[in-house]
């Protein structure tokens, strides 16, 4: 088994929403994994399926090897989970609460978890109902980055935390990839997925629209070129991969798929290039490509 | 008066949130005396009839420990104020809660700076919730007041009466307010205010048993004023204004202790907790003693200890009531001495303290559905740890706890009535015996909480507490609403055999009745394994 996580064509409903719809996701061991979608897409769903906390209605899910519904407990031991909103018991106080996670774990790492409350500048003293939403999500963080685990489960952890955590939360995320372990990592936040992911997959109501490494996905996206030309362009609109062209004179302005742009450069110089600026394709694009509300395809 | 801007709306908003729940709590306060009052005046037409009825029922300390000392006259209206004053200690409960889960609740929740950041002033959430128990309170009176003149009772009485459970409300209103002030989590606001009630009933009714040199104390507590009303016999009307200025006062010094505090602050600090957990909190079960434990402690000192000390010191004064009753006096003597009337006393508050003890039952087992809710039981099932072992967790304080709880309430009753009657060893042996023989009834209040909430989860908080409000009605006024047996035996508690007494005790309803709370356990730990988690 080389997937730390396998999921093929899940389904889950409530009543009548449908949740999942077919998702697909892999995720191999040693990779961090950027797991995308607008809000209500089904992340969560997917990764409470993964923890054997709901019950899926199709589809396969193997996690670890095991079967997460059947074998949750003995997976549970060799993962950590962080929800994108660490709830605390008011009366317990943060420490108490890191330790109790992790003991329940089957371990917790003392050195990691003192190192942890230093760099993410946690008091464990306070009780749960003192903390802010920020303290309260590194609470979170720092009960599942304090123990061995193969594999971190993180829906979006960073919410609530402030740029300078979230750039301890990046470091450490980095060094725990580096000692072998897997992530997910459902994120809302661009820079932080191009920064941590190897791969990314991008989920829209329910089923997944597009997987691969960042690179992949860049090949995607679509350069911007405003050009202006010696003779007004002719035959420009009937190329594969050209999009949205405008043409003011003998200056043309349109966006060019990735895999069409050495053709359609090769056109462009047939009509004398005088100036030319392109600029190069961001993956906000994509996302926001696929976060559009109409169905995509 | 700035302070007070926006109170209509937020009036405007605690009715809609509770539209369900307030006219269903409204409607039940205001059937209950009707309903005994038609069954009442059907049963017992004639002055004559209810005067031994009375009589019959004032024998029992356990009851005047209830209604009060028995009335005047033995006029309807009259009876029934004193038999459905239960009703008055409800209302107070009910008016706690309700200003307790519209201020703390709110404030703990977040939801109250939310709300403090428009156009709403600073006193506007407490007045809010205070009027709107306050006004709805005032509605029961009244309607309490309508329904007693179609019973044919006099117009002033039924007003006195219906004023009276008006009023019981708005003082506990005014209660819960201030103890909404006191402490940064709902829960323990709830604990200080039900403290205070049970209390107030316990000193009220202490003061009616014993009387004597402890009468004082039938005057000594906010609900006893209510009780003093006497309505249809004394109607005293001035009593309303005492208790209007106390609950005045009370508001006025919850308004102040608001304005003085922070959005979300309680009076008592919250502390720092250690930086590290302590060896025990290492399993479901260590947590769920961490969650468990303020209430577990609550509930032995409260009803344990407290209530077993008055229960056992009240009985010895149980004997001397029968004096002055000849027939009683032979049949309890036909039936085995003097010390009958005792047990009967001390069995009978047993099975009253019974149905307190189910209503912790009832919310220890719930306390899976509030971690399920609030999203805390996820990190818990996400770390290494199967649904039964945690639902094992709680289920050990909602089977044990109550039953700990049972248990030292036998063994103060029977350590301070025994020391009266010269013969502790015997009575405490009897006496745990008999308070722990209620507990099967118990178990199938906790059993069927666990079946609601493994198969319904959302809707278990409103089956647990609905079937602890049946056992209740059905106990306390079944029998006078000419409820068949068959209705009656629905209770669990309708099964318990009387103890401590001189027969032998029958095992098999005691054994059906766990076998049954087993099942029901089984069959929703069976249903949780199965279901997702969590359904919010």
Redesign the interface.
């Known amino acids: 088994m080389d997937n730390a996580i396998s999921v093929v064509g899940l389904t889950k409903s409530f009543g009548q929403a449908k949740a999942l719809d077919g998702l697909d996701l892999t995720v191999a061991r040693g990779e961090v994994h950027g797991f995308l979608g607008p809000n209500g897409a089904g992340k969560t769903t997917t990764i409470?399926i993964l923890?054997g906390?709901?019950?899926a209605d199709g589809g396969t899910a193997t996690l670890l090897g095991g079967d997460p519904w059947r074998d949750?407990?003995a997976l549970?031991?060799r993962?950590?989970?962080v929800?994108g909103?660490?709830?605390?018991?008011?009366?317990?106080?943060?420490?108490?609460?890191?330790?109790?996670?992790g003991?329940?774990?089957?371990g917790l790492n003392a050195s990691k978890r003192k190192d942890l409350l230093e760099r993410f500048d946690l008091d464990?003293?306070?009780?749960g109902?003192?903390y802010s939403k920020g303290n309260r999500q590194k609470v979170?963080l720092i009960?599942a980055l304090a123990s061995d685990v193969e594999l971190l489960?993180l829906d979006e952890p960073t919410s609530g935390l402030d740029p300078l955590m979230e750039e301890v939360f990046r470091q450490v995320v980095a060094e725990e990839t580096r000692n072998g372990r897997t992530v997910l990592l459902s994120s809302h936040i661009l820079s932080e997925v191009e920064a941590l992911c190897d791969r990314v997959s991008i989920i829209r109501l329910g089923r997944t629209v597009e997987t691969g490494t960042l690179a992949e996905l860049r090949h995607l996206t679509r350069t911007h070129i405003t050009a202006e030309l010696a003779t007004p362009p002719n035959g420009l609109a009937q190329l594969a991969g050209v999009h949205d062209l405008k043409t003011d004179g003998a200056t043309v302005r349109f966006q060019v798929d990735q895999a069409e742009l050495d053709a359609v450069l090769r056109q462009l110089t047939t009509h004398g290039v005088r100036s030319l600026v392109s600029q190069p394709p961001t993956l906000e694009e994509l996302f926001l490509r696929h976060y559009e509300t109409e169905p995509v395809r | 008066m700035t302070s007070l801007t926006g109170t209509g709306t937020l009036i405007r908003l605690i009715l809609r949130r509770d539209r369900v729940l307030m006219p269903i709590w409204m409607l039940c306060m205001a059937l209950l005396p009707v309903g005994l009052a038609s069954g009442t005046a059907s049963l017992y037409p004639t002055d004559a009839g209810r005067q031994g009825y009375i009589d019959s029922l004032a024998s029992s300390p356990l009851l005047v420990l209830f209604y009060g000392p028995k009335p005047a006259e033995p006029s309807l209206g009259a009876l029934i104020f004193w038999r459905s004053a239960t009703g008055i200690v409800i209302m107070g409960l009910i008016a706690l809660l309700v200003v307790i889960r519209h201020t703390r609740v709110e404030e703990e929740a977040g939801r109250r700076e939310l709300l403090g950041s428009t156009v709403v002033g600073r006193h506007a959430a407490l007045a809010a919730a205070v009027l709107t128990v306050s006004g709805a309170s005032l509605v029961v009176g009244v309607l309490v007041a309508l329904g007693m003149i179609s019973q044919q009772t006099p117009a002033p009485g039924a007003f006195a009466m219906g004023l009276a459970w008006a009023f019981a409300g708005i003082l506990y209103a005014a209660i819960g307010a201030l103890a909404a002030q006191l402490t940064t989590g709902a829960g323990a606001a709830r604990g200080i205010a039900g403290a205070l009630l049970g209390l107030d009933f316990l000193l009220r009714g202490t003061g009616d048993v014993a009387g004597g040199g402890l009468s004082w104390l039938s005057w000594s507590t906010p609900l006893s004023w209510v009780y003093q009303v006497h309505a249809y016999t004394g109607d005293r009307w001035w009593l309303f204004a005492l208790t209007t200025a106390v609950a005045l006062a009370l508001v006025l010094v919850a308004l102040r202790l608001s304005a003085a505090r922070d959005v979300g602050a309680g009076l008592l600090p919250p502390r720092l907790g250690p930086a590290q957990a302590s060896a025990t909190l290492r399993s479901p079960l260590g947590l769920a003693w961490r969650l468990h434990r303020g209430s577990l402690i609550g509930w032995t000192i409260g009803l344990g200890v407290i209530g077993g000390v008055l229960f056992g010191g009240v009985a010895k004064t149980a004997s001397s009531l029968l004096e002055g009753n000849g027939q009683l006096t032979e049949i309890m003597e036909r039936l085995g001495g003097k010390s009958v009337a005792s047990d009967i006393f001390i069995g009978g508050s047993l099975g009253i303290g019974a149905i307190a003890v189910a209503a912790y039952a009832v919310s220890a087992a719930l306390r899976m559905r509030t971690e399920e809710a609030a999203l805390r039981s996820e990190p818990v099932l996400a770390a290494g740890v199967g649904r039964l072992r945690w639902a094992a967790g709680h289920l050990v304080f909602a089977l044990l706890g109550p039953t700990v709880v049972m248990a030292v309430t036998g063994l103060f009753a029977g350590l301070v009535y025994g020391a009266s009657t010269g013969e502790v060893g015997r009575q405490v042996v009897r006496v745990v015996g008999a308070a722990l023989v209620q507990m099967p009834a118990v178990w199938v209040l906790t059993g069927l909480t666990v079946a609601a909430y493994g198969l319904l989860p959302r809707l278990s908080p409103a089956v647990g507490w609905a079937a602890l409000a049946a056992c209740v009605l059905l106990g306390q006024v079944g029998a006078a609403l000419n409820l068949g047996q068959s209705v009656l035996d629905l209770s669990p508690f309708s099964h318990i055999p009387h103890l401590p007494g001189p027969a032998a005790v029958p095992l098999t309803p005691l054994i059906i009745l766990t076998a049954i709370a087993a099942a029901l356990t089984a069959l929703g730990l069976t249903a949780l394994r199965r279901r997702d988690i969590p359904v919010t």
């Open positions: 409470r923890l906390l709901l019950r949750a407990v549970h031991r993962l950590a989970y929800p909103d660490v709830t605390l018991w008011p009366n317990l106080s943060g420490g108490e609460v890191i330790d109790l996670l003991r329940l774990r089957g464990p003293r306070k009780k109902r003192a979170g009960a489960l």
